[in-house]
Structures are given as structure tokens and as C-alpha cells.
Nanobody, 115 residues
Framework: QVQLVESGGGLAQAGGSLRLSCRAS????????MSWYRQTPGKQRDLVAT???????NYQDSVQDRFTVTRDNALDTIYLEMNSLKPEDTAVYYC?????????WGQGTQVTVSS
């Protein structure tokens, strides 16, 4: 059974940093694209960053130059280094992985940035 487990959320002050991790498990096949999304109450879930298996990345404009997504294929884990955090980064952050054409989600981790 495929599972994605996020960790590393919490409370930070504006201008601070947090690092999220997401470990995927339960597959005999390699995971494809892996991504971070975020969602605030009453709004749609938005893509934050994507990293392909070979390392190419793509970011939402609002986090470009502040967030960095990395990946360790040996551990089936992705990370999101978040710097220069802003109150508007407050959200539940979800990990997403594509495997054999199917999409899988983690349970989410709360990030709260105080001003």
C-alpha cells in the first residue's frame, strides 16, 4: 500500500525558515513526479513546487527564490526548504506523488507563520 508521510511543519516567525519532508513507501516501482501543494480553509489546493525524478524543478511564482525542493530517490523522499517565510505562506502543506499514472497524497502538515 502506497503511503506518503509528511513531517516538519510547525510555527515560524515571518522571515524564518522551516523544512518539510515527505517519505513515500509501499511501491516496488520508482515514483515519478513528486510535488508539494498547500491549502488554506475555503480555498483550492495550490501547487507549490514539483520535482521530477531526474531533478528538474518547477515553482509557484510566489515562492520562487524562497523555497527549494529537493529529492533523494534512494529514500523516496522529497524535502521543501522554506526560507524568508511570510504570513501568507500559512497553510496545510500536502505531498503528492505520481506512480504508474496514479496520484497519491499525504495527510498534510500545518505550517503557520506569525507576523
Amino acid at each position: 500500500q502506497v503511503q506518503l508521510v509528511e513531517s516538519g511543519g510547525g510555527l515560524a516567525q515571518a522571515g524564518g525558515s522551516l523544512r518539510l519532508s515527505c517519505r513515500a513507501s509501499g511501491s516496488a516501482f520508482p515514483f515519478g513526479d513528486m510535488s508539494w501543494y498547500r491549502q488554506t480553509p475555503g480555498k483550492q489546493r495550490d501547487l507549490v513546487a514539483t520535482i521530477k525524478r531526474h531533478g528538474a524543478t518547477n515553482y509557484q511564482d510566489s515562492v520562487q527564490d524562497r523555497f527549494t525542493v529537493t529529492r533523494d530517490n534512494a529514500l523516496d523522499t522529497i524535502y521543501l526548504e522554506m526560507n524568508s517565510l511570510k504570513p501568507e505562506d500559512t497553510a496545510v502543506y500536502y505531498c503528492n506523488a505520481i506512480l504508474l499514472g496514479r496520484e497519491y497524497w499525504g495527510q498534510g502538515t500545518q505550517v503557520t507563520v506569525s507576523s
